[in-house]
């Protein structure tokens, strides 16, 4: 009787995983749209429809922690963050409201309450907070800060106590107390993190235990790893590691936009993400069209080069699924997205290509259990 009991619920539970929906969204810059796909258990990619924005380009996205929400971006004026309603069954989105930004975004965050939206704006050198209602919708900027030259994004540490904001133009990294009740962001003591000159801050992510922030910079696709004080919030460098290959002939960049400067050998990293496990990260380069794949160690932050994979031309944006199994990797210069998945010992195998739109440049993937 126990072994049937067993094996009806290992059925269950077999049943459950196989009807789990999981949704992939990639904003569509130059067409001004999100368009949707659902991600199937064995990796494949089944097209939806696209979703207007309203405006273009649209770029960044951020997903409510509830998954109820997901918000874009539109970069032209009025610059706005358009809300959506995610339908669990479907994927499909559904717009329900528009609320103002300060300033063209380039990176937006929904805050660990959802209830709050932070945005860093690279044009104007500000960062930014605006209130999200209980009905999802975006509401007026409550703040703003002026902060330094090229704000390129800004997140929440996982207890959602600090903030953290990486500005390329001064090589730094600005350092927050953020208070979720009333959504105020509060300059930290030291304000900021030095960088090394020229290495251009751009993206940073946290580790699952929070013990450490790994910031990826844009002029040489060197991946930072700091500690994080949780009792104080501020973050300390300990390692460094390049996400090229040794071999790699590209040159450290310059911030742009670079008016008369030749940019076609220079580094132009864009993105970086953890595996779920914590084992593996990865960084994305523009201008050889790579993805640098890296090793954790998860006692010391410490970053191991392993490989690097061709993909789709100038990868803006990628996400690596919640199972840790599947990556979804965006071309801005490319008409098709591409799905890799990830093996055991953290390579990279592109599996298929599947048309997206112009500009294609942010993903976001939601999962429902």
Do not use: C
């Amino acid at each position: 009787m126990k072994k049937k009991i067993a094996i009806g619920a290992t059925l269950l539970f077999s049943a459950t995983l196989l009807h789990a929906a999981t949704f992939v969204y990639v904003s569509n810059a130059e067409d001004g749209d999100i368009g949707m796909y659902t991600l199937g258990a064995d990796g494949t990619l089944t097209p939806g429809a696209k979703f207007a924005a309203g405006g273009k380009p649209v770029m960044p996205m951020s997903v409510s922690p509830n998954k109820r929400y997901l918000y874009a971006a539109v970069r032209s004026k009025p610059f706005t963050a358009v809300a959506y309603s995610i339908d669990r069954k479907s994927g499909a989105l559904k717009e329900i409201g528009r609320g103002e930004l300060a300033e063209s975004f380039p990176y937006i965050l929904a805050d660990k309450t959802g209830n709050w939206l932070l945005g860093a704006s690279y044009g104007a050198n500000l960062v930014s907070v605006n209130p999200i209602g209980k009905d999802g919708k975006v509401g007026s900027p409550q703040q703003v800060i002026p902060t330094a030259r090229n704000a390129h994004a800004i997140i929440t540490d996982r207890t959602n106590r600090y903030a953290f904001a990486p500005h390329l133009g001064t090589d730094q990294i600005f350092q927050f107390r953020f208070d979720a009740k009333t959504g105020r962001l509060t300059s930290n003591t030291p304000a900021t993190v030095q960088i090394k000159q020229g290495a251009g801050p751009r993206h940073i992510i946290m580790s699952a235990d929070n013990k450490f922030a790994y910031l990826l910079n844009e002029l040489t696709a060197v991946v930072t790893t700091l500690s994080l004080d949780a009792k104080t919030g501020l973050l300390t460098q300990v390692s460094e590691a390049s996400a090229l290959a040794p071999d790699n002939k590209l040159k450290p960049g310059a911030g742009r936009p670079s008016p008369g400067r030749d940019v076609s050998q220079d580094i132009w990293a864009s993105d970086l993400h953890l595996t779920p496990n914590g084992k593996f990260l990865y960084a994305a380069e523009r201008t050889g069209n790579q993805i640098g794949a890296m090793s954790v160690d998860g006692a010391t932050g410490k970053l191991t080069y392993l490989s690097t994979t061709t993909t789709e031309p100038q990868p803006r944006g990628f996400r690596i699924d919640p199972t840790g199994k599947y990556m979804v990797v965006t071309g801005e210069k490319s008409d098709t997205i591409s799905v890799y998945s990830i093996g055991n010992d953290g390579a990279l195998k592109l599996l298929q290509k599947y048309p997206t739109g112009k500009g294609s440049n942010w993903v976001e993937i939601v999962s429902f259990d």
